[in-house]
Every structure is written in C-alpha cells, then in structure tokens.
C-alpha cells in the first residue's frame, strides 16, 4: 500500500507551529511517505469574515488570508519542483463549507479548479442554538460558550453537526466535485470533558445516510489522527465504528495526520492503516 498523508497544514493556518513545509517533508520523507498533500484551510468567504465573532479570534487564525493565497501556492509549487523526485506531493485545501455561503465557495473551488488537486471538505463551524455561526474546535471554553446551551440534548447537536455534514456532500455533488470528507466526528472533540454519549440509533441512521451518499458520490473520507491527540478526545475522526460501516460500503478511507506541527506528521499511521486493511 502506499503510504499516504492526505490532510497536512503550512504556516498558513496561523493556528500552527512556524515550521516550514520543507521540514514537514523531510519528516515524510523520513518516514516514508511516497504522497503527501497539502491542504491548507482555503480563505474564509468575505461575509463570514465581516460578521463572525463566536469567538472574533477565530475570524483570523483559522485559514489563509486571501492576499497569502498567491503565496501559499508557490510554496507547494517549489516544493513539487524540489521534492519531486523523493516524494509526491499534492496541491490542496481544506475548505470550510457553510450553508449560508454556498456561493462563495463555489466560486474558490471553480476559480482555482486548475490548480487543486484534492479538497478535503469540512465543518468546522455550526450555527449555535440561537442560529448565530460558533467555532467547534476553537477550544473547549469556546465550545462550551457556545454549544453549552445543547449540552443537555447532546442528540440535538449531533442532529444539526451530521446535517451539516449531509448538506456539505449534496453541495459537492452538485459542483460535481469528488472530496475527502474532513474528520467526520469532529463534534466529538470534547467529548470526555463534557461527557457526550455515543450516538442515538436516529442519529447513526442520519451517518449512515451520510455514508451512503459519501459513497454514491464516489468521495473518500478522511481517517484522521487529530482527535487521537486531543486528550479530550481520545479516538480518531471518524470513530471506529464509523470507519467500520464504511468500509463495508467500500467507501476509500484517506490517513490524515492533520498535521499543524512537524511532530504530528506520521502518528497513529500504524493503527490507521491496520485499520483500513483489515477484514471485519
Ligand atoms: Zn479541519
Ligand atoms: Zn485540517
């Protein structure tokens, strides 16, 4: 199998460490890697960031600021030009969907359609109960600022994150797109500390749709190892159960370090890809 890191950050996500893209590949390399794609949080739509302010940090250490994007792609470029020949590297974005700015994400993704090749697709901000947009994985006091209000119907915002999620995939579809769907389970990042339950029966059936559409689609889902590393977390994204019914559909499970530091590069690859391989 080759050895595949389908999710990895830059300086650009100014949430990071300041390590340059050429010390995370010599790590893959290192590692042995043969893929490696870069996939930086793609800019924020222009209206999201006017307004957003749950919480206002988040407005600008979240993406790439458009006037990096320029500069952003010619890193991976020269590191193409570089690396090339040890390692192949991808061009990327994570790109955040919301329902509410369609539009501008699909004028991103079809204005740099020539240069991407691989968009991992995530939420990683859901209206709060008040319908006002809030960070998920800020940190744990923002998540409780916000979504503490669902904290005693936990099965609601579980509801509301997988439509989300639902309505990010029928998005790709219609842009006829095919994407790797970014840690599915991210809801679940604080879940020790807030003691979240597993999902209802109503709420796996909504995942398995989820899946079915995943796979109708021909999209592949991201297996990430972040939430391995969030001690509020513990497991991965999606969670075994998950990965378990989709690989039964035979939906294409994508190992993504989500690497934001160069120490994050290759952890719980072993597991992951035992994972995958596996029967059931
Ligand atoms: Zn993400
Ligand atoms: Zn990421």
Not at 113 to 130: Q, T
Not at 161 to 184: N, P, T, W
Request: charged share 30%; net charge negative; proline share 4%.
């Amino acid at each position: 199998m080759r050895k595949k890191d389908g999710h990895t950050h830059t300086i650009y996500s100014h949430h990071g460490s300041q390590e340059q893209l050429s010390a995370y590949l010599d790590r893959a390399i290192e590692l042995g890697f043969d893929e490696y794609v870069v996939t930086e949080h793609a800019p924020l739509p222009a209206p999201f960031l006017l307004s957003f302010n749950q919480p206002e940090k988040a407005r600008y250490d979240s993406a790439l600021y458009d006037r990096e994007l320029k500069d952003y792609q010619s890193l991976v470029e020269e590191a193409q030009a570089k690396y090339g020949q040890q390692i192949k590297i991808k061009r990327g974005f994570e790109v955040d969907y919301f329902a509410d700015y369609e539009d501008e994400i699909q004028v991103f993704l079809e204005k740099e359609k020539g240069w991407w090749d691989e968009i991992v697709l995530s939420v990683h901000f859901l209206p709060d109960k008040k319908g006002d947009l809030a960070a998920i994985d800020y940190d744990a006091e923002t998540f409780e600022q916000y979504f503490g209000p669902d904290l005693d119907q936990p099965q609601q915002l579980f509801a509301r994150y997988f439509q989300a999620i639902e309505d990010s995939i029928r998005f790709a579809d219609r842009l006829g797109i095919k994407v790797r769907v970014g840690h599915l389970t991210l809801i679940r990042i604080y879940q020790k500390r807030f003691d979240l339950p597993d999902f209802s029966p109503e709420v796996q059936a909504q995942i398995d749709r989820i899946l079915a559409l995943i796979k109708a689609g021909g999209h592949e889902i991201d297996y990430n190892a972040a939430g391995f590393r969030k001690k509020d977390n513990g497991e991965s994204y999606p969670t075994a159960a998950i990965v378990q019914r989709a690989k039964r559909l035979g939906i294409p499970l994508v190992y993504g370090s989500d690497a934001h530091q160069v120490a994050d590069l290759g952890l719980h690859y072993e597991e992951i890809s035992e994972n995958i391989m596996k029967n059931s």
